[in-house]
């Protein structure tokens, strides 16, 4: 079976959520919770392993397929993961589709770099602003797209939302305010609370 590698708060809870939803985990999926910081397996079968084993690049969201295929980028693993079924993005081919991975490409090369970036404890002030900087002009263009809209791509949620949820949610550790951006604010409280994304969460708290 495919492993799945990620987090609880991470990026890589993007694709558990995405996979949960859909029931993938557990019937065509193993999950395996990782330690980012010591780069090791904490969960299942797999627990103590160093990580870099499965992933040299020592990053979540990783999937390992079953021909030994190591899937990294989120834009790919959520990919994959809805072509294990069919609720989680548009039809292949379709202009839909093609809007969602725009979507996940923005989301990883614009707002994740931009966010993730304000996790080192070592930016110097300057660098600090200039990405906080960074993140409210996204945020601007964020509010602006999500207006009258319940997900980012057409009317269902999609990988795209889970990916763009995880990304947002980040925002409270960050001491970023969303009250300014009423439309991202409401964005991440909808999903936060719909009943498929709260049980996810709950299960990824059980993988230790
Ligand atoms: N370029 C990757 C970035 C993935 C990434 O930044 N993952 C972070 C968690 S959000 C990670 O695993 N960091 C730990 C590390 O790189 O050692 C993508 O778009 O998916």
Not at 99 to 111: F, G, H, I, N, P
Not at 144 to 161: I, M
Not at 189 to 198: C, E, G, M, P, S
Request: with cysteine; charged share 20%.
């Amino acid at each position: 079976m495919p492993k799945l590698f990620f987090t609880p708060t991470s990026c890589g809870a993007a694709s558990f959520i995405a996979a949960h939803k859909s029931k993938l985990i557990g019937t065509k999926i193993h999950a395996y919770a990782v330690d980012l910081r010591s780069h090791t397996v904490i969960s299942g079968d797999k627990k103590g392993e160093d990580f870099y084993k499965f992933n040299p690049k020592g990053n979540v969201p990783t999937i390992v397929l079953d021909d030994g295929t190591v899937l990294n980028e989120n834009a790919a693993t959520l990919q994959w993961i809805a072509d294990q079924t069919t609720d989680l993005a548009p039809a292949i081919g379709s202009s839909a589709r093609y809007l969602l991975q725009a979507k996940l490409s923005y989301a990883s090369s614009e707002l994740h770099a931009t966010v993730g970036g304000l996790f080192n404890p070592t930016l110097s002030a300057d660098v600090k602003e200039y990405l906080h900087q960074k993140y409210k002009t996204k945020l601007e263009f964020l509010n602006k797209e999500l207006e009258g809209k319940d997900y980012w791509v057409g009317n269902s949620f999609t990988v795209a939302d889970s990916y763009l949820f995880i990304i947002l949610s980040w925002s409270g550790y960050l001491q970023v305010d969303l009250a300014p951006y009423p439309n991202v604010k409401n964005f991440v409280d909808r999903i936060a609370n719909l009943d498929f994304v709260k049980a996810a969460q709950a299960d990824m708290a059980t993988y230790k």
